[in-house]
């Protein structure tokens, strides 16, 4: 195969820089280099795909044509880079924002967890958990003792330590664990309470829910999110002056800092952002140039489905519910259209998080096993006829954050100056999720202009902790 080494043309002394994945991480670079200094970089994006997006995407079902969301995608309140990212491009508006969640629990009536607006956070969340009508007083003061230890360790301190037994440790009984602290971190962190890492969880318990008023209030798109992230959001960055090209795999960055395409051309950069997941860097980066990559790609991942339900009649009004001690966890309502009856029926999605035991079970006896949760908890769902289905498993979702994943998570510097890394997976002190994505980019921003000429770059601080939370919660 003849190699094309293409120079590509620099009209002043602007640098190039190539990013390689059109993930959120990759775009979220792309806009923030190309925001902040784009009469300092040529910016282009290479993304194998046909469409932008990555995880964050969408696909059209064969039978019924509509286009739905591999797995439905929510922000919280707390993740202000991702928002942030949106606001700059005029796309805030294209989320739904609730500020109250309802769980559904097989034997108790149904609670809705409301934190208050009026008393200082954390203490916000005081009436949101005695109104889970499901644990008793006795659940309820393990929990608040277990939470205000948790306040009082800073991340710092938690070392390598695992969730569980720390939680055990803390006086939680099995109960405790699977109502109620296994619910908010599988869903959270996608991955189950025996191997996640006892810093994620107080991540989870601290940033998503008490250290500020909203951090909790959950953001759901108004559209698919091929549409929002593939279209409107990689249309605004477009605009900003970056190249955007789909359909480009990339097979190799090379030590001559060029990147090598499938299709044999090169191409030369001063700067290469590699934006891939963690799975696929160790194969694309020089050898040698990052540390651990080898234990990174071996690194387990969590699986998460989506069960995709299309019903003759509307089986419940709510946009959205959690569903406890169940194998559906939660359950969102058709989210982008006014009128949720398209032609092929009432949509709604039910999502299951480290869905390693459920994606075992053959298709049809999980959805049945669904169908029989779903018809206990809402009542308009016993008529309904189901009419369309489809479960969609990605077995790579996201990584597993162990305490060994923790470890090996690298900083987007990389031993090369020319060569940064970008990914949910860098060390951005998130789990899995958009908001660590959309830092992750911006770190890899903040390493190009810190490698180029020593500029600097911040990543968008958290909500405000106001007094009380700053003397209660340890940073
Ligand atoms: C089922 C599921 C549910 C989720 N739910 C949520 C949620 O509710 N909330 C939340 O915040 N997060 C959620 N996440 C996680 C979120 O989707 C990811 O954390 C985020 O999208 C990761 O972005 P990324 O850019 O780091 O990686 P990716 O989205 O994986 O992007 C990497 C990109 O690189 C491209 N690429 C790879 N190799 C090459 C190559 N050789 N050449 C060119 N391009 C390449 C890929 O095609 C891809 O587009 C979920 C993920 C899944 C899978």
């Not at 923790?406 to 999720?433: K, M």
Request: hydrophobic fraction near 45%; include cysteine.
């Amino acid at each position: 195969m003849n190699a094309v080494t293409c120079k590509v043309k620099t009209t002043n002394s602007k640098k190039r820089v190539l990013i390689v994945g059109g993930g959120l991480a990759g775009l979220a670079t792309a806009e923030c280099l190309a925001r902040n200094y784009s009469d300092r970089f040529d910016i282009s994006l290479l993304e194998a795909k046909r469409k932008t997006g990555g995880r964050a995407g969408s696909f059209q079902e064969s039978k019924t044509g509509v286009t739905v969301d591999y797995c439905q995608h929510v922000a919280m309140g707390c993740c202000t880079n991702f928002l942030g990212l949106l606001e700059r491009q005029g796309l805030g508006g294209q989320l739904h924002r609730y500020t109250c969640l309802k769980f559904f629990h097989p034997e108790f009536p149904v609670s809705t967890f409301t934190p208050s607006r009026w008393l200082p956070a954390p203490f916000h969340l005081m009436p949101a958990l005695s109104n889970l009508r499901y644990l008793n007083r006795s659940q309820r003061r393990q929990i608040k003792h277990a939470l205000f230890r948790l306040f009082r360790t800073s991340s710092d301190e938690l070392g390598d330590l695992l969730a569980e037994p720390w939680l055990k440790a803390h006086g939680q009984d099995r109960a405790t664990i699977g109502d109620f602290w296994s619910v908010i971190v599988v869903s959270a962190l996608g991955e189950s309470i025996d191997r996640v890492s006892l810093a994620a969880v107080r991540k989870v318990f601290v940033d998503g829910f008490a250290a500020a008023h909203n951090a909790s209030d959950v953001l759901v798109p108004k559209l698919p999110l091929a549409d929002l992230i593939g279209g409107h959001l990689t249309a605004a960055i477009e605009q900003l002056g970056v190249e955007v090209k789909t359909g480009q795999v990339v097979r190799q960055i090379s030590a001559e800092k060029s990147i090598a395409l499938a299709d044999g051309r090169l191409l030369a950069a001063d700067h290469v952002v590699s934006a891939v997941p963690w799975h696929a860097v160790n194969h694309l980066v020089p050898p040698d140039t990052v540390e651990k990559l080898e234990a990174l790609a071996a690194a387990p991942a969590s699986p998460i489905s989506g069960l995709h339900l299309w019903f003759d009649r509307q089986i419940t009004e709510l946009p959205h519910a959690v569903l406890v001690g169940t194998v559906a966890q939660w359950v969102f309502r058709q989210p982008w259209e006014e009128d949720d009856r398209s032609s092929a029926g009432f949509y709604y999605q039910v999502v299951i998080s480290a869905s390693q035991s459920a994606r075992c079970l053959p298709r049809q006896e999980l959805i049945e096993i669904v169908l029989r949760e779903l018809r206990n908890a809402f009542p308009q769902a016993k008529n309904a006829k189901l009419v369309q289905s489809k479960v969609v498993t990605d077995p790579q979702s996201v990584f597993s954050i162990t305490p060994e994943f923790e470890a090996l998570r690298p900083p987007s510097r990389t031993g090369l100056p020319w060569l940064h890394l970008a990914g949910d997976w860098v060390a951005t002190g998130w789990p899995a999720t958009m908001e660590s994505a959309v830092i992750s980019g911006r770190m890899a921003a903040a390493s190009v202009v810190q490698s180029e000429f020593g500029g600097n770059l911040e990543v968008e601080a958290g909500l405000p902790r106001r007094w009380l939370a700053r003397c209660l919660i340890k940073p």
